[in-house]
């Protein structure tokens, strides 16, 4: 079975995340969408909401599941044996960052397979970072992000 593991702090999941987990899903057994606990990133939405966000928009999936983690990414993926991390490429600024991290996650286990997948044409320029300053700003953001998370928002399920 390929386990492969989408690791990333999702604050908040936006339809370029979405994307790559629905094309993910069909290129393996499973998926798991990693929600990182990283406090040095100061995430807008808490831990538990991120998670609550992904794991609504991922459950009519069968085969994609949604966890959070403090650890480092490849122990992770060994504790779901998974060799295969799956991460998104937007731009050129993305693959110099994305790529320096591959490298690391590698050395640290050399199983560790990179799968760098971009996102559909649509959703290339959309950020989590992009949402968050829209949303400090009471900006318009229903378009970048999936309906129900749009939803979760507005109601204050998440902050």
């Known amino acids: 079975m390929k386990v492969a593991l989408y690791p990333g702090t999702f604050d908040p999941i936006t339809?370029?995340?979405?994307?790559?987990?629905?094309?993910?899903?069909k290129l393996f057994d499973k998926v798991i969408v990693a929600v990182a606990n990283n406090a040095e990133k100061k995430p807008y939405f808490s831990i538990e909401c991120r998670k609550a966000m992904v794991k609504e928009v991922i459950k009519?999936?069968?085969?994609?599941?949604?966890v959070s983690f403090s650890n480092l990414t490849v122990d992770l993926a060994k504790e779901y044996k998974s060799h295969i991390l799956i991460r998104g490429l937007r731009a050129v600024s993305d693959f110099e960052y994305e790529l320096q991290l591959g490298y690391l996650n590698q050395s640290l286990s050399h199983?560790?397979?990179?799968?760098?997948?971009?996102?559909?044409?649509q959703n290339a320029f959309i950020s989590?970072?992009?949402v968050r300053a829209l949303l400090k700003y009471n900006g318009?953001?229903?378009h970048l992000v999936p309906k129900k998370v749009y939803k979760m928002i507005k109601a204050k399920q998440c902050i």
Request: net charge positive.
């Open 140 to 142: 318009e953001y229903k």
């Open 60 to 66: 009519k999936y069968d085969n994609v599941e949604v």
């Open 111 to 121: 199983e560790i397979e990179t799968i760098y997948l971009m996102p559909r044409l």
């Open 128 to 130: 989590s970072s992009s």
């Open 15 to 25: 339809k370029g995340h979405l994307d790559i987990i629905k094309r993910s899903r």
